[in-house]
C-alpha cells in the first residue's frame, strides 16, 4: 500500500519547515506564568483567588504577573517599590520584592523562588506599595501549589525497600 496524501495533500506538496525557535525560547516556555490584576480599591473579606496552581519542585518557574490599578485605571509605579508578603501553608509569614516590569501601566512580577512554592496548599499573600513615606498595602490573595511525587528531584535515581 503506497500512501500518496496526507489529509488530501499530496506528499510531495509537504514542505517540512524546521522550528526558528532558539533555545532561550524553548526554555523561557518552561515557567508556569499567572496574569491577574490587584484594584486598590476592592476590598473581599476572604483572599482572593488568583487561580494561580504551582507543584511542589518547581524551581524558579512560578511567576505572577499583576496589574495593579485603582477604580480600573492603572497606578504608574514610577518612584515605587513593591514587595510582596507572603503567608505559607506553616504560617511562616516572607517578605520579597517585586520587580515593575511597566512603571505607566501598573505591571509587576512576582518570581516564587523554590522555597515559596515547597509546601502543599494555598498561600495567601499580599503586596505593598511604597513611596516616600506613604505605603499602601492590597487586600489579600492567594495560590495553591500541589504536592508531587519526586518534588523537584531530577536526574537521581533512587528505590526504596519495603522496610523503608
Do not use: H, W
Request: charged share 25%; with cysteine; net charge negative.
Amino acid at each position: 500500500m503506497i500512501i500518496d496524501t496526507l489529509f488530501g495533500t499530496p506528499i510531495d506538496d509537504l514542505v517540512y519547515r524546521p522550528s526558528k525557535t532558539s533555545t532561550r525560547n524553548i526554555i523561557e516556555e518552561l515557567k508556569r506564568e499567572y496574569i491577574f490584576s490587584v484594584d486598590l480599591n476592592k476590598f473581599e473579606t476572604t483572599p482572593t483567588d488568583t487561580k494561580a496552581v504551582f507543584i511542589k519542585g518547581d524551581r524558579n518557574t512560578s511567576i505572577l504577573k499583576v496589574t495593579i490599578s485603582k477604580s480600573n485605571t492603572p497606578v504608574n509605579l514610577t518612584g515605587y517599590t513593591v514587595s510582596a508578603n507572603i503567608k505559607e501553608v506553616s504560617n511562616e509569614i516572607v517578605t520579597m520584592p517585586c520587580t515593575i516590569i511597566d512603571a505607566t501601566t501598573g505591571l509587576i512580577e512576582i518570581n516564587l523562588p523554590q522555597n515559596y512554592v515547597d509546601e502543599e496548599g494555598e498561600s495567601v499573600f499580599e503586596l505593598s506599595l511604597q513611596k516616600d513615606d506613604k505605603v499602601i498595602v492590597t487586600q489579600q490573595y492567594k495560590y495553591t501549589v500541589l504536592g508531587s511525587l519526586g518534588e523537584g528531584r531530577a536526574g537521581e535515581e533512587s528505590q526504596l525497600t519495603l522496610l523503608q
